[in-house]
């Protein structure tokens, strides 16, 4: 009789690659696969095992000839894809072209830009040159005009877009102006435009910016204006401010006075003169003068028929007429007292007539 020396065999689970395979039991066997020593048990299913010289390796680079079978596990690139792919920057151009009509949600940006962008958003970053007019649009759209705070050099094509924001525009990066850019910031018909980093503005340059359409104006880097600047900038429509004039000798306040505007604001004067509070009772807006701390008794008088309000560094003084409602006289409220009883006598009548109308019924 023969003995098969195999009846022990049972199939058994290599737990390093999961294959299938015949071995004895309390013997040490090899998986044909990965090449591992292994002993299996019967009684309680222990699989002891390790690894020898000839297990499969970690490779960090793959060779030639790995990698065409690496990559063909990857998802695959559709036809849609790779039309995309191939049309963004045509489409970059187009928008580049045609962003005045545009959409706003289409724009293609790279990556570097998206990320700048979405800084800008949260009020992180501030750009020191555009060449790009969608980023211009992109900002103005969504009312991020703080980025445009450190602008140093503004194109045409981007000052087109910029001023087309309904918020304030701050340009305080811009130290120099010439007549075609001031022509472009004119433009802006939002709030206040800011230039607080000029120094110096040509003539030719104020007479431009005096058409600005919007609500402010606000040039608090000049320190020094002629009379002939001065009455220029009185012809400005909006609100001015020149908070940092030095030179406010009776002259210039004499031109400055006849600013047409809602308000002028004179941040640098830190004392008041009774020769300078008579030239100021003379404006027909809003003063604020918030280097003082302070109207003197001396000088309060002047003021006492001013119609608008000044404003001072810490509190403001009303015109006399606002609180004329308060000392009314007493004649006044007579004839609104007369008035009400007549109105009271009136309606009960048309009661008393409605009610007669419907017992008749």
Wanted: glycine content about 6%.
């Amino acid at each position: 009789m023969h003995t098969n020396i195999h009846l022990d065999e049972k199939w058994r689970t290599c737990p390093g690659c999961t294959l299938l395979f015949q071995a004895p039991a309390g013997e040490v066997v090899s998986c044909p696969k990965c090449q591992t020593n292994q002993i299996h048990q019967d009684d309680d299913g222990i699989v002891k095992w390790e690894r020898d010289s000839s297990a499969p390796q970690v490779h960090t680079e793959l060779s030639y000839q790995e990698t065409p079978l690496q990559s063909t596990g990857g998802p695959r690139r559709t036809a849609l894809a790779i039309l995309f792919s191939w049309w963004q920057p045509y489409q970059a151009a187009l928008e580049r072209f045609c962003v005045t009509l545009w959409p706003t949600s289409l724009f293609t940006f790279t990556t570097e830009e998206r990320r700048a962008l979405r800084l800008a958003g949260r009020g992180n970053y501030k750009f020191t040159e555009i060449n790009d007019p969608r980023i211009a649009k992109w900002l103005t759209h969504r009312g991020v005009s703080s980025a445009l705070n450190g602008l140093e050099t503004i194109q045409p094509a981007i000052a087109k877009q910029i001023v087309k924001t309904s918020d304030s525009l701050r340009l305080s990066g811009i130290q120099y102006l010439d007549e075609s850019l001031a022509h472009h910031l004119a433009g802006h018909s939002g709030r206040t435009l800011y230039l607080d980093n000029l120094h110096h503005v040509d003539l030719e340059v104020l007479e431009i910016l005096i058409t600005h359409a919007g609500r402010g104006l606000s040039l608090d880097g000049i320190k020094n204006l002629s009379i002939e600047e001065a009455s220029v900038l009185a012809r400005y429509r909006g609100r001015l401010s020149l908070n940092n004039l030095s030179n406010l000798n009776s002259e210039i306040l004499a031109a400055l006075v006849q600013h047409t505007g809602k308000s002028m604001s004179l941040a640098s004067l830190e004392k008041l003169s009774h020769p300078q509070a008579q030239q100021l009772k003379e404006y027909k807006g809003d003063l604020y003068l918030r280097g003082l701390w302070g109207i003197p008794l001396t000088i309060e008088s002047a003021f006492v028929e001013f119609p608008g309000k000044i404003v001072l560094k810490h509190h403001e003084r009303r015109p006399i007429q606002a609180y004329a409602s308060v000392d009314a006289p007493a004649e006044d409220r007579g004839a609104r007292i007369t008035l009400g009883i007549v109105t009271f006598a009136c309606m009960a009548a048309l009661f008393a007539l409605l009610v007669a109308a419907l017992s008749n019924f």
